[in-house]
């Protein structure tokens, strides 16, 4: 059973940066998509980014790119998401998501096996 740990979330200003981190743990990393997800409230959960294994990355819409990167560290089991330049509307819970087995990004929450608690992510103005 894979169980997937946020951490890095705050509180910050408007125009700040977070890293938030997901350690992987229970079951083998290897092969595997990872995403992050978040969920406003009263609002549907929303594809952020995607890594394949071998770190190919896909992202959500067109207000993340250039400001959030993903990426991964394999041998240590845990995916990352550097937010820059952070904005009000980023404001949501952020969940990171692992598919086993897999070799596309995934963009689709229904796509994903596992998921973590959720890591709050406030933006200020």
């Known amino acids: 059973q894979v169980q997937l740990v946020e951490s890095g979330g705050g509180l910050v200003q408007a125009g700040d940066s977070l890293r938030l981190s997901c350690v992987a743990s229970g079951g083998t990393f290897s092969g595997t998509v990872m995403g992050w997800f978040r969920q406003a409230p009263g609002k549907e959960r929303e594809f952020v980014a995607a890594i394949t294994w071998i770190a190919s990355t896909t992202y959500g819409k067109d207000s993340m790119k250039g400001r959030f990167t993903i990426s991964r560290d394999n041998t240590k089991n845990t995916l990352y998401l550097q937010m820059n330049n952070l904005k009000p509307e980023d404001t949501a819970v952020y969940y990171c998501?692992?598919?086993?087995?897999?070799?596309?990004?995934?963009?689709?929450?229904?796509?994903?096996?596992?998921w973590g608690q959720g890591t709050q992510v406030t933006v200020s103005s």
């Open positions: 998501a692992a598919r086993i087995r897999a070799t596309d990004a995934i963009t689709i929450a229904g796509g994903y096996d596992y």
